[in-house]
C-alpha cells in the first residue's frame, strides 16, 4: 500500500469527523499568543506554512491562490482604489498583493495579534515580501472593528483576511450584518470588499452561505468564488461585494487588459479566464445559498468546527 | 482546540507526505479481490464510501460531483450518443448517469474486477440506483483494452471511470497514447470520451498535464475540467476530449437547453453556468500544461504516488 | 522507513498528549448504550477487542494477562473462596477465571451495562468461555455499589473489573474509601479483593497511588502488582488488598502447589515466578506509593485523563 | 471523548499494524546521519526524546528505568568492574550509568555514528551529564564489531546498548552467535554483559526469545528481564548474560548493599526488590524462551519489524 515517508504529522481537524494530515519537516514556531495558538511549520508537501489555532492558514507552495482570488477581484472592481483597508492579514501576503496595484497611496492594515505579524515578517519572507516596509503601508494591531468604528476615513478597497469564526476565536464579529454595515459606510463610492468564506464542501456550506446572504442584506452586488486551496485539504470560497461594479459583467479580456495595466509584476492563479471560473460556480453551491435564510448579526453569530 | 469525535479512522495517504483523515463508523466490507485491496465504509463526514488500494474512489455525499463532470460533458459533446461504453466505474454510478441521457440505446460497463461490481450492487444501492439492471446495460468482467480491441463495434461516447496509475494496480496501462488511439478508433465521427485525470494540486500536476499532452496527440479538442470532490482531499481534474465538437464552444444556455431535453431527472452538479466554471482553469494549471512535454505511452506508463 | 500496512486505525487516546494507533481489520459493534460507547473490533494486531469510551479494555491476544492477574492472586490469598463477586467484568473474561476454582460455589456478577454483557456474550465467545451459562453463576445488571450496600450476605472474593474512573463515566464512585470500607464489611475473615489500578508509567501515577493509599485505610495488606498488557499501550497495574494473608508472604513454590490442587485447567500468566514478579515493584513506583497523600473519597473523587 | 491536545503527532509505527502516538511541541533536529536517520523531539509527554529511523530510542522521562536496567545488573554480576566497554549508547546515558560505578577505571564507548553522539552531547545534556567528558572516558566512533576484533584488550564487563536489527540499519551483525563468541572472548572471567532485547508483547517474541537462545550458546548464565519503558509503546526486555555469577542467586538484601557500597548517587529504578522484579519473568514469557530454537548467526541474522 501507498506509505508515508514521515513520521512527524500535523494533524489539521476540519471537522470532528475528518481531517487533514501534513508531514512536519521542523517546527519553526510553536507558542500561544494572547490571542491564539500560533505555528509555523515546514512540511513536506507545502513548504513553509501558518497554522493558527490548529488549523491552516496559509502555505508556501499554494498561497498565491488564497491570497490573489482574495485581493484582485477586489481590486478590479474598483477603476482606482488609492486607499485600501486590510483586516488582519497576518502574514503580509493580502498586503503585498494589494500593494502590486499601481494605483494604490496608502494601504492600512489591522491585526489584533501583532505576536503574528512580527513572527510571520521574520519567518515569513516570502509571504510578505518586503511589504511591511513599503512606504504607503500603515500597519496597527488593534482590533479592526473598533479602529474602523472610530475613523471617518474612507476606504475603495476593504480586505477581510481573517481565520474563520471559532467560539472562543478572535474573529466572529467580523462576520456580521452590522459589520458590514459599518464596512460599507467606510467604504468610497465604488468600493469593495472581499473575504474567505470557509469551504464549499457538500453539507458544510453553512459559513459561506449565510455569509453571501448577510452580504447581500449590504451589498448590490455579491458573489461567491470557489477557489481550490490544497492545502486546506477541502475547497474553499470567498465572497466578493461591490457597491457599483457588477463582477459578473467583466469579460476574460477586460480583466486581462486591467490586470496588464494596473498591476505590477505577474499574477499566477488569476487572469481573464480564471476571472470566469470564479464568477461561475456549480449548481449545488448555488442551491445552497439560495436556500439559506439565516443572517449573521452580533447577536446571533455563528461559528464553524462543531 | 477542536477534537476529533470519532476514535476509528481512515488514513487516506495522498501522497508520502500528505494524507486526508475519515471518521469511519462502520466498515461493510474489507477483502482483497484478486486485483486490489477492495473496503466500502460507513464514514462519519461522507456517508458510505468506496475504497480501492487504500485510496478513495467515491462517497455517498459527493459523488454526484465526480460522476455528473465525468459523463455529462462528453454525453453532451454527442448530439445524440446512442451507444456508450465505460470502461471500469465498478460503482455503477457512471453507468447511472450515462442512462439517464434519452437517447442511449446500449450502455457497455466493462471492469476487470467483479468483486467490486458485485459488492457496490449489493452494499452501494444508491450509487448505481438500478443501472446494472437496465435492459439497455451490457456489463462484461474484462480487461477493457482487450476488450476494445478485440471489438469491430464503434461508440459515441466512451466514459474511462478508472483508478490511478499505480505500479501494482490494473489501471496504468489504461492511460497511454496508445490505448487512447484505440479508443479513438473505436468511437463513431462526433464521439467524445473522458476519465478523471488526477489532482490539480500545486507542485502535483505531472498525471493531470501528461494526459492532457498525451490525449492532444489524438484528439483535436482536449479540455482539463477542474471540479472539487470534497473527499478526495486534494482538488480534482478531468479530462475531456471531442473528435469533432469543442466543448468550449457551448453557452451556459446551450448546455441548459440541451440538459432540459436530453436528460431524464434533475442534475446537481452539472448545469450551463457550471459548464463554463469547468471549462476554464485557473492560470498556473494552464501554464502548467502548456509547460509538460510528456507523452504517456506502453513502454514509458507514468505512476502516481511516489 | 517502517511503514504501516493498514489505512484503517483506532486511535486510543491514553492522555492529551499520548495515544496508541490499532489496525482495524473490521468493526463488529459500536453502539452508544445508556452508560457508555460501545466498540468490538477485530484489529491486526491483537485479534478481537473491547472498546468503552474509546479505550481499549480487553484485546483476545492479551486478555489472558489482565484476567489472571486481576483474579487469581486474590482468589489465593482466600483458603477456600465458596463465594466471588464481580463488580463489573462485562466481558465475562474475569468470571471465567474465577470459576475455574474448584472450591467455588457461587459467582454473583453485576454490571451496570446490560448491553456490554450481552454483546460480548455474542461476539467475544473465547472471553466468556461459556462462563455466563456456568451454574454457579448469578448475573445481575444494577449498580453494584447499590447491590453491595443492600445485600447481607458476605463473600471470599471480590474481583472490581471496572474502567478508569472518567468524569461522565459509570465508574468513578467505585473507586472511593466509602466503596472500599463497604466492600470490606461484605468480606468473610479471609477475604480478598482485586482491581485493575490504572497505569504505572512515570508521571502518570496518580490513580494508581492514590487507589493504593486508599487501600490502604482499610485492608491491612495492600500490594500494587505491575503488569504488562501490550494492547493498553501503557504499563499497567493491579491492586491486590486483603484482610488476613500477606501476599508478599507466599513462595513461588507454595503458589505453584496452590495453583495446582484448587485451579482447572492451564494458566497462562501467572504461577509461582509470576508471583514473585508481581509482588515485587521497581524503585520509582514504590517512592510515588510512598510519596501520595491523597485519599480518594465520594466527596473528592478522582478522575484520569486530564 | 477523550481528545488530544496537540496538533503535531510523532507516529511511532511499532508494527505493520500498531504504533504509538507522542505529542510533538518542538523539534530541534532532524536529519540523515551517513547511517540513520536521527531526530530530537520535545514531546508533551516525555520530554525531550531520541528518534533514530523514525523509532523512540530513548525519552527524558523514563531514559532513567531503560539505562539502568541495562548497566547496573551486569555490572554488579562483576567483583569489581575496572574496565567497562559500551558498544553503541549515542546519548552517552549508558555511560554515564556505568561510570557511577567507583570501581571502573576505563570505559570505552564505541558507537558508529559520530552524528548521534555529536548532536546529543549539545541536545541531550541531562542524559550524558558530563560523561563525555570524564577522564576515565574513551570515545571512538568506529564499528565497534570490528574494533573488538581488532584489540586484545580485555573488559570486565561489555554493554550493547544499539537500537533493533533492521534489514538497512547498522546493527544485525551485532545480535549473532558470532558476535557473542568475541564478546565473550574479550571478557575478563567473571565478565558479563548486557543487550536491550526487544519487546515482550505476546506474539512478538521473536526477537528477545532468539537473542536469548543464541546467547546461551555462549554463556552460562543467561536472564530476560522484562522492564516496563512507557515511552516506548511496548513492555520491553532485556538480557544479561554472566561467565561466573548467577544472576538470580543473589537477594534483594545483597543487590542493595553492593549497590550502597559501590554505586555514586541514588539509583531510581532499580535497587534489591526491583532486581527481584527483573529476575522472575510471566510464564507465557518463559514458555516462549523455552520454545525457541533459533539460533542467530551471522549468516542467518533476523530483523525486528516485517
Redesign the interface.
Known amino acids: 500500500?501507498?506509505?508515508?515517508?514521515?513520521?512527524?504529522?500535523?494533524?489539521?481537524?476540519l471537522?470532528?469527523?475528518?481531517?487533514?494530515?501534513?508531514?512536519?519537516?521542523?517546527?519553526l514556531y510553536?507558542k500561544k499568543t494572547p490571542f491564539q495558538?500560533m505555528?509555523i511549520?515546514q512540511?513536506?508537501?507545502y513548504g513553509r506554512c501558518l497554522?493558527l489555532?490548529?488549523?491552516m492558514q496559509s502555505s508556501e507552495?499554494?498561497e498565491?491562490?488564497y491570497h490573489e482570488v482574495l485581493v484582485h477581484p477586489a481590486m478590479l472592481m474598483h477603476p482606482e482604489p488609492k486607499k485600501v483597508y486590510i483586516v488582519g492579514g497576518g502574514e503580509g501576503a493580502t498586503l503585498r498583493e494589494a500593494l502590486r496595484h499601481k494605483s494604490v497611496e496608502r494601504a492600512v492594515m489591522v491585526d489584533i495579534d501583532e505576536e503574528v505579524v512580527m513572527m510571520s515578517k521574520e519567518l515569513l519572507p516570502e509571504y510578505h515580501a518586503g511589504a511591511f516596509d513599503d512606504p504607503r503601508t500603515e500597519l496597527k494591531f488593534l482590533d479592526a472593528r473598533r479602529d474602523l468604528e472610530e475613523t471617518d476615513e474612507k476606504f475603495d478597497v476593504i480586505i477581510i483576511d481573517i481565520s474563520e469564526p471559532?467560539e472562543e476565536g478572535p474573529a466572529y464579529l467580523l462576520y456580521t450584518r452590522e459589520f458590514y454595515e459599518m464596512i460599507n459606510d467606510r467604504l468610497t463610492d465604488e468600493g469593495a470588499i472581499a473575504l474567505q468564506a470557509g469551504?464549499?464542501?457538500?453539507?458544510?456550506l453553512l459559513n459561506l452561505t449565510a455569509v453571501h446572504k448577510t452580504l447581500q442584506e449590504v451589498f448590490p452586488h455579491v458573489v461567491s468564488m470557489?477557489?481550490?486551496i490544497?492545502s486546506f485539504?477541502?475547497?474553499w470560497g470567498f465572497a466578493l461585494a461591490s457597491k457599483k461594479n457588477d463582477p459578473r459583467a467583466f469579460t476574460a479580456a477586460q480583466i486581462d487588459e486591467m490586470i496588464a495595466r494596473r498591476v505590477n509584476g505577474e499574477?499566477?492563479?488569476?487572469?481573464g479566464?480564471?476571472h470566469?471560473?470564479s464568477m461561475?460556480?456549480?449548481?449545488?453551491i448555488?442551491k445552497a445559498i439560495e436556500a439559506q435564510t439565516l443572517i449573521i448579526e452580533d447577536n446571533a453569530p455563528i461559528f464553524t468546527?462543531n
Not at 469551504?199 to 458544510?204: D, H, I, R, S
Open positions: 500500500m501507498p506509505g508515508p515517508k514521515n513520521s512527524k504529522w500535523f494533524l489539521d481537524y471537522t470532528p469527523e475528518e481531517g487533514h494530515m501534513h508531514g512536519i519537516n521542523s517546527i510553536s495558538q505555528e511549520m512540511t513536506g508537501s497554522v489555532d490548529y488549523k507552495v499554494d498565491f491562490i471559532v469551504t464549499t464542501a457538500v453539507g458544510k470557489p477557489a481550490a490544497p485539504g477541502l475547497p499574477l499566477k492563479y488569476y487572469d479566464e480564471c470566469l471560473h461561475t460556480t456549480p449548481k449545488h448555488r468546527y
